[in-house]
Antibody
Framework: QVQLVESGGGVVQPGKSLGLSCAAS????????MYWVRQAPGKGLEWVAV????????YYADSVKGRSTVSRDNSKKTLYLQVNSLRGEDTAVYYC????????????????WGQGTLVTVSS | SYEVTQPPSVSVSPGQTASITCSGD??????VSWYQQKPGQSPVMVIY???KRPSGIPERFSGSNSGDTATLTISGTQAMDEADYYC?????????FGGGTKLTVL
């Protein structure tokens, strides 16, 4: 059974940085691209970043490009997201998610989601 | 950047058919997925590759995609189907979500 458990959320001051983690289990982690998707309070889903199964390719939404880094440690079955220069509009629940498509670079669809971790950017 | 558009809300009576659209330029040339999200819960995929249902998703959920519009159809809608629904597609190497549609079962 696939499990994705995010951690690292909390209250952060504007301009600061935050690192999120997602511990994966129940599947062969190093075979699947992984996503970060966020949802601001009362708003819709917003894609943040995706990383290929081998970590070679990474793509970001314009809203976080240049101040975020997605990475993964396949030996630890863990996905990471670092966001710098945080702004109020970064306040959201951040979900870790898994593609349904093994050994495909990044393109696919999401078949599993974590429970999310809340990031609140506030002074 | 590429955008896909959904109606903010759709209402349906129990037992009737609900249709939720997702519109974007030449969207029919891309695979579309649909996700259901109930309050306080994580999203769940209900349709992938335009029209395929994951295991465990009831047969009343179906999808289509042609031209500029993808459609999620729920036949014989039940009260438990009341939720937000999001379409998703790819634009080059970017994931695109629709703004979401709140389905109300009256």
């Amino acid at each position: 059974q696939v499990q994705l458990v995010e951690s690292g959320g909390g209250v952060v001051q504007p301009g600061k940085s935050l690192g999120l983690s997602c511990a994966a289990s129940g599947f062969t982690f190093n075979n699947y691209a992984m996503y970060w998707v966020r949802q601001a309070p009362g708003k819709g889903l917003e894609w943040v970043a995706v990383i290929s199964y081998d970590g070679r390719n990474k793509y970001y939404a314009d809203s976080v490009k240049g101040r975020s880094t997605v990475s993964r440690d396949n030996s630890k079955k863990t996905l990471y997201l670092q966001v710098n220069s945080l702004r109020g509009e970064d306040t959201a629940v951040y979900y870790c998610a898994k593609t349904a498509n093994p050994l495909v670079d990044v393109h696919g669809w999401i078949d599993s989601w974590g429970q999310g971790t809340l990031v609140t950017v506030s002074s | 950047s590429y955008e896909v558009t959904q109606p903010p809300s759709v209402s349906v009576s129990p037992g009737q058919t609900a249709s939720i659209t997702c519109s974007g330029d030449k969207l029919g040339g891309e695979y579309v997925s649909w996700y259901q999200q109930k309050p306080g819960q994580s999203p769940v995929m209900v349709i992938y590759q335009d029209s395929k249902r994951p295991s465990g998703i009831p047969e009343r959920f179906s999808g289509s995609n042609s031209g500029d519009t993808a459609t999620l159809t729920i036949s014989g809608t039940q009260a438990m189907d009341e939720a937000d629904y999001y379409c998703q597609a790819w634009d080059s190497s970017s994931v695109v979500f629709g703004g979401g549609t709140k389905l109300t079962v009256l």
